[in-house]
């Protein structure tokens, strides 16, 4: 869009508004993915949408610096510009909400497995120094990581 340079505000809004509708298009496509459980479906999308969310990110500091550029488009237009934009915010919390039941899912499963791989090296006994058996130190191959 920065590069198109638009002489006047009815374009320049015309511009956003192809701009979020296109990235709102991509992150629902992506979000779709991620609902179906195939967020590797989702990486085709990731270039792309990285690229328009900086552009859409750029344009609209600038237009919040300097709303005057965007002042002399018609009402219509504006109002369709807010209303791309509120599309837009539906679709990112969908898309937030996706991905956080994804990542909930994957913890529960790394963490089970981790809880399965310890009580399987649990069983094993070993012998200590003065012929005793000793438990098996508990797993220590996987790290799960809380943070993350």
Same mark, same amino acid.
């Given at each position: ?94 898309? %937030?909400?996706?991905?956080? %039941? ?32 000793? %438990? ?13």
């Amino acid at each position: 869009m920065a590069d198109a340079n638009p002489n006047d505000a009815a374009e320049r809004v015309e511009q956003l508004i192809l701009l979020t509708e296109r990235l709102t298009g991509l992150v629902a496509q992506s979000a779709q993915a991620f609902e179906a459980r195939r967020p590797q479906d989702a990486a085709a999308f990731v270039g792309e949408t990285g690229r328009l969310a900086n552009m859409y990110r750029h344009e609209s500091t600038r237009i919040r610096g300097n709303p005057a550029m965007i002042a002399g488009a018609s009402l219509v237009q504006r109002t369709r510009l807010v209303r791309a934009t509120e599309a837009f915010d539906a679709v990112l919390a969908r898309q %937030a909400r996706a991905v956080e %039941a994804a990542k909930t899912v994957t913890e529960g499963l790394v963490r089970t497995i981790a809880e399965e791989v310890a009580t399987q090296r649990q069983k094993g006994a070993s012998y200590g120094a003065d012929a005793t058996t000793a %438990a098996t130190p508990a797993a220590t191959a996987i790290t799960l990581n809380r943070r993350a």
